[in-house]
């Protein structure tokens, strides 16, 4: 087991890149840098739930008993369900679904958590505390059984679920921009703001949350790789999305049951799906984030 | 890579005699980067019997480099490619990882600047002296405690009993550099090396730390290899300096005779800073230390140094003993 | 004995520590049973909940002033609380039994298949987390890096059923994912309620064999997404401290790699990862919904999910509550064992 483990004072410093065409080589190398498959997987999900009308060859809800439970042939690519539906249109079209809901909750998790954050962070004092006491709170709640009890009292319905993605990712993004807010409140160029008679809300505005813009841009796009795996796990419980609509999750709960008998297709299309765009979304996410950390 | 021979022998060496306990001869350490290597130390030269030596320099002129060089503790992707370090006779570049371990703590040690956190946060003082006396000594849990202890009180670490159980960040910076050359000292290894040991304490506990350092070697019979940027330091606790600047030695010789008449026009430089001038202000050398890599085979002071000839900028200077014992590397003096 | 030297000097400072951080769990612990108030009973009419549809206004009104849902909220609050103090969890619809009686029956199935998903789920993180921190980059440490993406990536209950169907359907070396126990096998007499370990105190190995192999799919799928967080943190905080002063301070006094690897090294890493772990813990023990849906455990989180399939709203709470309380108390223990472990949290504090 070899670590060589010292640091030493003075390593030489880095030596300058070599950049043979300025600006445009610089581009090119950055792209090659940050700009890698996630980009693209999340660009052809992207394409997907676009033209899913036109991709899709056959209709996603129209149920064909004929043709019940097909493993993928020619014909179906990825099989057929117990509705005989075709699951490769089906997840095409899902693609729309879920990355709706979870866009849409994302954007709202963001209105509401990072004008809140900006105030925890900015005042201070007891609306922080009443704010971080909140999202502690909220957080403290398994997430799926936080979930069932939104439904519960609100009944089932997709509205609902991007309510719950929304209200579980808001704390996360209040944190957030409370942490890039609270730093900078004492800051100098704030206070020559303050002098130069903006007001406390145009100071927040201009000189503050700009400097959020990359840590959420960064956090939006694991909040959706979040919510998409909250979408899914709700609808394979059966609440959010209704039968027969296309949905990752419900289309998955469909085929469980099928599992035991070794009908996998109907199951495990679905699931990688999900997993890929998933992954899209965090591999981005963490991309963004190296972007601005450098 | 096995080091090359020297191709000139040091000053004052003649073969047989008595193996000098440390030597450094032509000691070359490059880093390795994706584009090229880098040289960090370019010859470094040095000796040392049983007598204090003191190593000066600025930050980046290879000081810690140089020890970690010693211990077979050199960061990742930096190596020597060149010269040898010779320790009571034995050739230590080369040597495999299990031997460099026996050595570590046994025949060499090493205090560092900040002893706090050169010591383990979550176990007592005491327990990491014991453990470095029984990792070398095939003695007993209770008996190493024992002699922890001991070496604890001999430090001047008032109720060391109880104080052997307390943990590192217990202790204030001076008291923690005591805990820290104990586990050092504990085997009674024949050189100690000590990198900025005072560095960042209160001025009144760098005299302290330096007092417990030269009272400890002295009776534990050890050589003291002493690395600084103080120059003040290196004069009230060395017999013999070393000046290295940008990885080359400048100058060796009797501490007195460098500080009082110094023959290098960097060291010239150097002592001149350390006193004001009249009217209170500090002469300093012009000019900053130059990066590693720009410095190719010439000498690293050429840019900066008053007497430099165009000789200076091509080839690197040799140390030839200018005075008796006492050697310069210039082309020009 | 050392331990509990250094324990006794600063002990007034630090009660006020532990006094202060057993507020912050109170606090925390109210406020989540004034959260599911509100939402039962400010975003949803209990009285519908109860009657729905079938009510006539009149019944509707009657009824809620016998209930005393007319009373001011935070009236109805303190008799909410006071109720759950005493342990009444509400009444389930379905079954016209106590909603604690029940949840209490199925906490020890959740908390079994909690206990083997960590303890699985530590068995293969931390070392694989070590190994990879001596070598980063290296092979391990890459495949330690993709095993962390896909397993939180990869939907926990699809996972389930990808490992049913290829260790029950394909290689037959697991069996159905039917519940805790073969249908023909009866349960070892009730102790704890945790099979595993009821069937050891009563002898029955048969029951014990097909309790610990049904335990394997479901606790092999829940470690899997869950636990990579601790394999990153372990390879993370292990890295970072393999690049402290005091282990190179270690190895320049000669320690064998040995001490410096698996004594100083791995303790000093197991603070941060022994809190994310109790975290880890606390979060499995409300968390385990989807993966006892997919293998029909008959746990808390199932409860949740077939009392809400028959739209009868007080379980689902109690389990809320209880998760909830769980997670927080679970949270605060970390909190706490750090003053045992670091003696500097100690004195800080």
Redesign the interface.
Known sequence: ???D???VAQLPPELPPVRPLGQVGQLWSYRRQFFNGYWLVLGVFVLVALLAPVLAPYDPVRSDLAHQLLPPSWQHWFGTDIYGMDIYSRILWATRTDFTIALIGVLIAVAVGVPLGALSGYLGGFADDALS??S???Q???????A???????GNSSRVLVGVVALVNAPIFLKLTRSVVLPLRGADFIAAARCAGLSPIQVVIRHILPNALAPVSSQFSISC?YAI?IT??LS????GVPIPYPEW?SM?QE??SR????E?WT??FP?LA??IA??GF??VGRQIHKMYAS | MRPEPLVEAPPGHIEGTAARLLEISDLEVIAQTPREAVKLLRGVELWLDNNRLGVVGESGSGKSMTAAAI?G?LPPGIRPTKGSIRFAGRELLGLPESEM??????QI??V?Q?AV????????VGDQIA??CR??TGVSRSESWTRAVEMLASLGIADATHRA???P??FSGGMAQRV?IG??LICGPKLLIADEPTTGLDATIQVQVLDVITESVRRTGAALLLISHDLGVIQATTDSVVVLYAGLVMEIGRTQDVISSPLNPYTQGLVRSLTPKNDGTIEYIPGRVPEPHTIGDQCPFASRCPLASERCRVEKPLLRELRPGQWVACHNV | M?QL??LAAPAARWSLFVARRLGSAG??LL??TI??FV??HL??DPVY?LIGQRGTPAMINSMRHSLGYDQPLWVQYLRYLGALLHGDFGTSRFTFQPVAGEIAQRFPATFELSVSAMILGLLWTVPLGVIS???PGGLVDRISQAIV??G???????LG??L??FL???LKIAP??IGQLDLQIDAPPHVTGLIVVDSILAGDTIALTSALSHLLLPALTLSLTSCPPILQLTRNTMIQV????????????????R?I?WR?AL??TLLPVTTMTAMTFG?LL??T??VE??FSWPGI?LY??QS??RAD?DP??G??LL??TI??LV?LAADLAALF????VR?AS
């Open positions: 087991m070899q670590a483990i010292v640091s006491r909140l502690e709170m909220i403290a709640i398994p997430l799926f059984l936080f069932l009890m939104v439904f519960a009292a609100l790789a795996q899914a796990g394979f419980l059966g609440f999750g998955i085929g469980a599992i035991i008998y070794g996998w199951s495990v699931g999900v997993l998933v992954l965090g591999g | 211990l503790l371990q026996s050595i570590r703590g046994r040690s090493i560092y900040n956190t050169s010591l383990n946060p979550l176990t007592s453990r470095v990792a070398h159980r307390d943990y960040h217990q820290a586990a050092a | 050392n030297r250094s606090i925390a406020g989540v959260l599911v939402v039962t975003l949803a909940l921190a001596t070598r993406e896909f939180v990536a990869i939907p926990s209950f699809w059923l990808l049913v169907f029950y359907y394909k159905a994912p393999l690049r402290s002063d005091f282990i190179r301070g270690a190895r320049a006094l000669g320690l064998p790699l001490t690897y100083y303790q000093n979060y409300g968390g919904v989807l849906t997919v989180g949740a999910v809400m399939q709203y689902i709470l389990v809320v998760a909830s997670y927080i949270y472990i670091d003696p500097r004195d």
